[in-house]
């Protein structure tokens, strides 16, 4: 468990430093066998310690989902329906507020977000719900990250280092876009995508 925790305190702290989440707000997790080492309800991402992580089960909710992250449902979810070891989930502003004018998807119109990252679906379902869980672990499915509605995102990855990467690239992708969109001069030469 020491290594766990630890991978997961080094990613909160990096999430909360580069303006990812605020320190309440957000969780990680790893899978590992068939356990998930998530981060507790509440906690600060940039404080964490051993305690603050929660180890549950893969196959079914447990009495440790109570303290466990309210999305651990959503975590397991993704894991059970993809080959996904790690999550990351943040309330990135750009991403948050894109996914309010949007209507299904954010579709990155920077060369990196396109190349790397693609097209983040945009999904419905109250924090910590079945149906939140259902469409994110859907969308994960074809896609590195997508964004629950007013809510924040879910990026994934085979290690928290992946994960981390696509949600830096899902914030960054969407801050471009935003900004892109709402410039209030000439329109720059786009692509079809920006239309």
């Not at 085979?158 to 001069?185: F, I, W």
Request: aromatic share 6%.
């Amino acid at each position: 468990m020491s290594l766990a925790w630890q991978d997961i305190s080094r990613f909160g702290r990096k999430l909360v430093q580069s303006g990812l989440t605020n320190s309440r707000f957000g969780n990680i997790s790893i899978l590992r066998d068939d356990r998930i080492f998530i981060t507790s309800t509440g906690s600060m991402l940039d404080e964490l310690d051993e305690a603050m992580v929660v180890v549950v089960d893969l196959s079914r909710s447990c009495d440790l989902d109570r303290i466990a992250s309210s999305e651990t449902c959503v975590h397991r979810a993704v894991y059970q329906s993809t080959a996904y070891a790690a999550i990351i989930h943040t309330h990135s502003p750009y991403a948050v507020a894109l996914s309010i004018l949007e209507r299904e998807a954010v579709e990155p119109i920077d060369s990196e977000g396109r190349l790397f990252l693609g097209k983040m679906p945009i999904v419905e379902g109250q924090i910590g719900t079945d149906e939140l869980a259902m469409a994110a672990s859907a969308a994960l499915h074809d896609h590195k990250a997508c964004i629950a509605r007013g809510h924040g995102v879910f990026a994934a990855g085979n290690s928290l280092g992946d994960a981390y990467t696509a949600a830096c690239m899902a914030e960054h992708s969407a801050q471009v876009r935003y900004l892109v969109k709402t410039y209030p001069g000439e329109k720059f030469i786009s692509s079809p995508s920006l239309q």
